[in-house]
């Protein structure tokens, strides 16, 4: 394993502590964190579970299992058997470790968008690899065969959105070197100006898993942050392999966990009234940043705006925070967001309200 870089928000403490200095109080933008409730139909199902003396099955329940399967086909169209789906405590957790789960080590390398969730990168350092961030398209040499490839769209922190055609590509490209290739499909439910795909879908991947894999969240989707709840599918062979190295490793959701997250893919409708919440809030804060001069790049689906007023991240950390608005700076997520801050739709209407109160 090698040395782990800083924790990004540590960084940022300083200017969240003067952001807080507001007289209204601080309006936190920086982190995408869930601030609605729990839906009521899962919150019941986590309460009915409650009685739970045995083990979970690190496999999952075969009612999660099949009622993910059938989330997969009926919001994103994607074919899997039950088997191949895998609960796991939440996304981070599973990109963190999922390089050293597929046996990747010193002299491999883990490749990932130049512009990603740091996670990517400690992905690497965990398995003790080579950490390699690359342009779209890969601009790795021919003779370069990464273990593991990160995709990640919806993006973040850009909100950038890959076609069908740009993943089928990258599918091509990955399979030709033995690449596992992985998106994280966190967002893929929000979608703004497009309709963001799943590397699973038959137009992206021709009908077969081999080597893919995505990982699926319910922190955003369902506003079970609290309850770390995710899901891991694709490739029966690799999800196999996930499934027993982690049940060495105890890596099981709890039980009441479980049931809670059988009822949040079973449920589409707190998806819509959570996906209406987001937009309203999304549409007042992207107009308030365009009347304040910032450009506001990509940005098609996902819970943040890319913004940027064309000068270094941290000088606009800091005069947000004078208005008491705290924002990530862009440099968290690679060299090439140097000059654009990350911002969150997450926040309550009335954090937003005011948001775009002062920055008018």
Known sequence: MREMP?????????????????PDGIVNLA???????TPRPVREALNSASDAPGYPLTEGTPTLRETAAAWLHRRLGVSVDPSAVL?????????????????????????????????YDVSARLAGAVSRPVAWPPDLPATERPAVVWLNSPSN???????????????????????VLVNDECYVEYGWETRPVSLLNPQVCGG???????????????????????IC???????????GIRKHAGHAVPAPVQTAMTAAFADDTHVEEQRARYQRRRRSLRAALLAAGFTVEHSQAGLFLWATRGESCWAT????????ILVAPGAFYGQAGERHVRIA????????AAAAARLR
Request: overall charge negative; aromatic content about 6%; glycine content about 10%.
């Open 208 to 230: 077969s898993h081999e080597g893919l894999l995505a990982v699926h969240s319910l922190s955003k989707r369902s506003n079970l942050a609290g309850y770390r709840a995710g």
């Open 233 to 243: 599918s694709g490739d029966p062979a690799l999800v196999q392999r996930l499934l």
């Open 31 to 37: 982190l995408g964190e869930p601030v609605d409730p």
């Open 157 to 179: 922190p850009e909100g950038r959105v890959h076609s069908p055609d740009e993943m089928r590509a990258l599918v091509t490209w990955a399979r030709e070197r033995g690449t």
């Open 6 to 22: 800083e924790f990004p928000w540590d960084v940022i403490l300083p200017h969240k502590r003067r952001a807080a200095e507001h």
């Open 317 to 324: 950390v800091k005069e947000l925070a004078d208005r008491g």
């Open 345 to 352: 739709i997450t926040a309550s209407d009335e954090r937003i």
């Open 87 to 119: 609960p796991v405590i939440g996304s981070k957790e599973v990109i963190a470790w999922l390089p050293s789960m597929l046996g990747a080590g010193p002299g491999d390398t883990v490749a990932f968008p130049e512009l990603a969730f740091p996670t």
